[in-house]
């Protein structure tokens, strides 16, 4: 037997399996599949999210400090501010601050010191998403207590920054209200419309008025600045900066002078007055009561207090220059010029005057019960005699007066920058009332027409275009606000009327100051003016609107008035003659200083608005 084995190959089968069969090439493809899995993955990065990847490392690297443009300033026509600028500190957070641990003691803080809930301060920083670089807004307007209170635990708030801002501000209050309008922060709706015009979370807005028909001359362009951030989101370096761009200052055709004593004159009247230059449409003042201060929109939040102002039974928010209601005898106006344009009356008619007509089997009463005898159109328009028109009304005919109403603008918006406020009122006719009563037109809405009743609506801005045609000669001017040294032509149109029938027109409307419903104007505290009353019927139990409207002087215009008294009671010529004086009164006074005599005291314009009337219209 050998002492050593047999060198000999072994007879046993070899059990080794690593390496054989489908292994290694299964190995093989899967070494494949995930090196090229990994590659497709790293291409997909690189190429597809690289620009989004790279977004997001630099929002974590560089962070934004927008700078908010200052809002252009608004003057009235002589360069005095009407709306302007303050800077009050406001509260600013990081986009992702609530995901950090630190929010939860932040959070408690910052309700304590601001009484803003955690609830609204992540939903202001949701909304701005992940991905913004640019620090949210969550207060402002912060009280020297607040401010304080911060900088105090600013340990604690390592995400919260304090800067100032600008913030709209009205020096003249509610004075200008419906004219200026207000800024206010956009809504989330207004925010989806306006984001691809450059509008943020946090923008204020133009919300009515000259702020919102000027937008986007007022707004400016945001600016700010690129900083690098360290880890903890310390500032390191300034890496950009682009300066913000103000607004654009505007000048109205406003003046501040008599806008102030057309607020005083109105004192808290419901209704409106409305001044402007009868040659080419400028608005010197425009005024509506009940008002609002729209500086308490320019805060964070509005208190009870704040939104009882702007949402009572009264509705302060409504500009009622721009709001329709019956325009009573001062329609008297355009009846006059349907008679002597349609040919059916000369300007030497005269015509008798009742206590009372029936036609069409209805009794139209004269407001004095009595009538005036013989009148022309002149005494006619002066006495405000109803009897009258309602012969002219009928002799002329409803389409006659419906157009000459439309001619000289009724039924239709002016051109004002306030299109989205305006009324554009309306002018009834046969279509009109098929519509809307299921009735057809007849002789008895032509008489009531005829004297500015019925369904006719007019806002006092259209009445005031209405008494600028007289005044100027027979030419409809387009009203507006922002100023420009266009020549008046370029803001009117001419009707077309003959030359016989204005001076008609212009003889009455005297003649209501001199000797008939307007006597309240006829002193030498003014220039010689020229104007017409109105008192309307505002339903059953309800008191009268009254209207009184005037231009002066009456030979050379320059200034034409009208104010309304929603349902003031009594009569035109006593409630709303003696605003329109002291608007004019105002206007004298400040641009021929020492020309005319000065007013009456204040206690017998007391007198004169308590007044209990005998006059008509």
Known sequence: MSLFPSSLPSSKKDIRTVGRGFQSIFLIAFTLLMCAGIQARLAYLQIAEGPKLRQRAEANRVRTIAKQPERGNIFDRNGKLLASTRYPHSVYLWPMAHTKPSWSVMARRLEQILHI??????????????????????????????????????????????????????????????????????????????????????????????????????????????????????????????????????????????????????????????????????????????????????????????????????????????????????????????????????????????????????????WNHAGFGPLGFPKAIAMSSDTFFYQVGRKVGGPTLIEWSRKYGFGQKTGIEFADEESKGLVPDEAWKQKVMKMPWTIGDTINMSIGQGALQVTPLQSAIMFSVPANGGYRVKPHLLKDHEQAK??????????????????????????????????????????????????????????????????QPEIAVVAFGENSGDHGGTVCGPMVLQVLEAYFSHKYPGKYAQSDSKDSQTKVHNSTSTTGD
């Open 117 to 366: 809930s955690q609830e609204e301060m992540e939903k202001k920083l949701i909304e701005a998403g992940p991905n913004s670089s640019s620090l949210i807004r969550i207060a402002r307007d912060l009280s020297e207590a607040q401010i304080t209170a911060l900088k105090e635990y600013e340990n604690e708030l390592p995400e919260v920054q304090i800067n100032t801002e600008a913030v709209r501000y009205y020096p003249q209050g509610e004075e200008l209200a419906h004219v200026l309008g207000y800024t206010r922060e956009l809504t989330p709706a207004q925010l989806k419309d306006k984001k691809e015009q450059g509008y943020r979370l946090g923008d204020v807005i133009g919300q009515m008025g000259i702020e919102k028909a000027y937008e986007n001359n007022l707004r400016g362009e945001w600016g700010g600045q690129q900083v690098e951030v360290d880890g903890k989101g310390r500032p390191m370096r300034v890496l950009g900066e682009k300066e913000a761009k103000s607004g654009k200052d505007l000048h109205l055709t406003i003046d501040l002078d008599v806008q102030k004593a057309a607020v005083k004159a109105l004192g808290n009247h419901e209704g409106a007055i409305v001044a402007i230059d009868p040659n080419n449409g400028a608005i010197l003042a425009m005024v509506s009561y009940p008002t609002f201060d729209p500086n308490i929109f320019s805060k964070q939040k509005l208190s009870e207090h704040d939104w009882q102002s702007v949402q009572g039974k009264q509705h302060p928010l409504v500009n009622r220059a721009l709001s329709a209601f019956p325009p009573a005898s001062t329609f008297k106006i355009i009846t006059t010029t349907a008679g002597l344009e349609s040919g059916e009356f000369s300007p030497d008619t005269v015509l008798e005057t009742f206590g009372s007509l029936t036609i069409g089997g209805v009794t139209f009463s004269e």
């Open 490 to 555: 370029s803001w009117r149109e001419s009707l077309n009327m003959k030359p016989i029938t204005i001076s008609v027109i212009r003889d009455g409307l005297r003649k209501v100051v001199t000797e008939g419903t307007g006597k309240h104007l006829n002193v030498p505290s003014i220039a010689a003016a020229s104007g017409k009353s109105g008192t309307a019927e505002a339903g059953a139990g309800r008191p009268n609107h009254t209207w009184f409207g005037a231009y002066a002087p009456s030979n």
